[in-house]
């Protein structure tokens, strides 16, 4: 079956434009994650959703980064006026649910670039 | 706070070998660990999930072990190929958010 999806593969903006970066889960997948992928700081979590429970939010790096996931499905990441320092891959994950025994799938990610 | 070290960074090892990935983590109190291979850019694939309850799992040609209370976990790839090469990465889940934190990674090259 399909897998995560992203989009876009590839953003390039300019610093202080906002981005919105999108993830569709593995259909039925109640669980979904966004983690960040950048050369200083390796993989690092940034936001967690599950079901209807309000989400963890605890590893969003700034007030600049936010996520929504509407309908318990598809999720869309937006960082607010971007900087430099926001450049990295940002990686969307889902798990079938939430709990602790089940393995997470990811997406390929999407690559940003800000300059 | 959690933190999950991959040892070698690197390694390169000719075709047929087999090879032993090692990742350790400073709180055992995890409910599992996963394995995960990433192909340059692109996104990961998870190879092996080990519950916190068992010892091993096994896939094909991988063998992941985990013992928690040493905090360590290995990798066994048997019989290398060329298409192993990747980068690996653990990854221990211990809160109830299941978020994972990750190690650094192994890049593996395996020569033809």
Redesign the interface.
Known sequence: GAG?SQSPSNKVTEKGKDVELRCDPISGHT?L?W?RQSLGQ????LI?F?GNSAP?K??LPSDRFSAERTGGSVSTLTIQRTQQEDSAVY?C?S?SQ????????????TRLTVT | KQEVTQIPAALSVPEGENLVLNCSFTDSAI??L?W?RQDPG?????LL?I?SSQREQTSGRLNASLDKSSGRSTLYIAASQPGDSATY?C?V?GG??????????TLLAVQP
């Not at chain 1, 390796?42 to 979590?45: K, M, N, Q, T």
């Not at chain 1, 939430?98 to 990610?109: C, D």
């Open positions: 995560v669980a994650y983690y390796g993989l690092e979590f967690y599950q963890d605890s590893g990686l994950a798990s939430g709990a602790n025994s089940f393995p997470q799938y990811f997406g390929p990610g | 409910y599992n996963q995960f692109k996104g990961l694939t998870s999930l519950q990465l990854a889940n109830a958010t299941n978020k994972l934190i990750f190690g650094t990674g």
